[in-house]
């Protein structure tokens, strides 16, 4: 018994100082809890017994719930909406370039099937969501990226790219079906997530708006200021399972049942300076009994540090876990995987082409305005590229499917896709990081960064108002 406790201290001990290692090394703490998870998980060591592996994938699975829900929390949907055919041309690029150049180069050149080609193409054209939450929300103690017009497009881009992974996975798991004969309509497995995703993507901003914001608003929003954290916690927990919930039993992506409880929950209370979520920090709406913690300061408060610490780790380290390490190193392997990886590297990269070909398209025909635009462009279209670089989880779990379900993925074709996306997982992060570290000031202050709509200045200048008469008030008072 003594050694399943040590080998447990040994895992977490090791798991948080490979993240802290790695964050400072490589400007990217999500590394760590990977290379830990390879040496500690059946792939190299095979340390930790099997059931606890399984284990720390449903809680790892918890937190990349739970990094995706803050991600919608915290994301800006004014900038959502402004942004959004930008976005869509970033997914679509995001998309297509992979699985095109995967033809290239794989079909073309290494001689792979074609069936085997396009599971594997469809595997490296998808982005990481949680890798891509967990950079924008770790990348920078000064600059929220979150809250940056890039940002944005980021999420948005990241957001499609996962219902679309969420497709191919469910067209590929099928796939063996098909090739023996099954009964499966593929039109339907294909409509069925589209569909699901369409219709919650476009209901959920509706309902809320017309019926549970002002439901909540007039009805709900003025008792939460007497029960503060507590009652936030229960309409956070409840919102959250339901979309969950929903999103499953549709047919879409878990994750974006999460992405859009948050933003849901950011829609709900008023907006209104004397409305009790509109405070200037977490101790304003504790200490004052009209007011109320936003969601975000209870998240903070009650959720964060177990996900950035425990959850957030163990997700990673469950990447780990799923990598077939030994089995990688042989000549063909490490040939056909460092090739495709650079291929792949430059298939997410390019869209960051679209920042800049924005700035031009929308800009008046102006040459110095352009070329001023063209050369501040250029640090968010890398950051952009370089944040969509990660495949991660769900690229794994594509070529996991493809090669356990179907007959078509060889075991070289297998190697080739792993090699391709831990490497890709490595190599964003860290590029983002850099990336951050000496550009970021110069991405959060320009026209891609940090924006301030209309009504977040109305709203600022009615709460400045108000608290100066609070102020003028009370020294009025003591004045007497």
């Known amino acids: 018994m003594i050694v399943l406790i040590l080998v447990l201290i040994s895992f977490f001990f090791f798991l948080s100082l490979a993240e802290w290692l790695s964050s400072i090394v490589f400007r990217a703490g999500i590394i760590g809890p990977i290379i830990v998870g390879i040496i500690y998980g ?87 969501l949680g890798t891509t939450f967990a950079v924008i929300g770790g990348a920078s103690k000064d600059i929220d990226l979150s809250q940056t017009r890039i940002g944005a497009v980021l999420v948005s881009a990241a957001v499609i790219d996962d219902v679309s992974g969420l497709v191919m996975s469910s067209v590929i798991h099928d796939l063996g079906s098909l090739s023996a004969g099954g009964g499966v309509n593929l039109g339907w497995l294909i409509g069925r997530p589209i569909l699901a995703s369409i219709l919650m993507a476009g209901l959920t901003p509706l309902l809320c708006k017309y019926v ?28 959250l399972c339901a979309f969950i919930s929903i999103a499953a039993f549709a047919g879409t992506s878990v994750l974006f049942g999460a992405f859009l409880a948050g933003s849901f929950l950011t829609y709900l209370p008023s907006k209104h300076p004397e409305g009790p979520f509109v405070v200037y920090s977490r101790e304003h709406g504790e200490e004052n009994d009209n007011k109320s913690p936003t969601f975000v ?86 950051l952009l590229g370089a944040a969509m670089v990660a495949r991660g989880e769900i690229g794994l779990l594509i070529v996991e499917i493809g090669y356990n ?65 609070a102020l003028e008030e009370g020294s009025n008072s003591s004045g007497q």
């Open 405 to 469: 379900s179907t007959p078509y993925v060889s075991d070289a074709g297998f190697y080739t896709a792993v090699w391709a996306i831990l490497l890709n997982t490595i190599i964003g992060p860290m590029v983002v990081g850099i990336l951050i570290k000496f550009r970021g000031k110069e991405i959060g202050t320009g026209h891609w960064g940090i924006q301030e709509t209309g009504g977040q200045a109305d709203g600022e200048k009615a709460q400045a108002s108000s608290r100066d008469q």
């Open 297 to 382: 300061h209870t998240f903070e408060k009650y959720f964060s540090d177990v996900q950035k610490y425990l959850m957030e780790p163990l997700f990673f380290a469950s990447i780990g876990f799923a990598i077939p390490f030994i089995d990688l190193w042989t000549g063909s392997a490490i040939w056909h995987g460092v090739v495709y990886t650079l291929l792949m590297l430059i298939a997410k990269v390019i869209v960051g082409i679209w920042v800049p070909l924005w700035d031009v398209l929308t800009k008046k025909k102006n040459q110095d305005v352009a070329t001023s635009s063209l050369s501040k462009a250029v640090p968010p279209a890398a």
């Open 42 to 128: 059946m792939p190299l060591a095979d340390i930790l017994l099997e059931v606890w592996q399984e284990t720390f994938l449903a809680i790892g699975y918890i937190g990349l719930i739970f990094i995706i829900f803050e991600g919608g929390l915290t994301t800006r949907m004014d900038l959502l909406k402004q942004n959004f055919f930008l976005s869509m041309l970033a997914a679509t690029t995001g998309v297509v370039f992979p699985i095109g150049l995967s033809y290239l180069l794989l079909y073309l050149g290494f001689g792979y099937g074609a069936v085997e080609t396009f599971i594997i193409g469809a595997a490296l054209s998808t982005t990481s």
């Open 212 to 239: 549970f914001a002002p439901v909540f608003r007039r009805f709900i929003e003025h008792h939460f200021a007497r029960y503060d954290h507590l009652s936030n916690v229960v309409l956070m927990v409840l919102v």
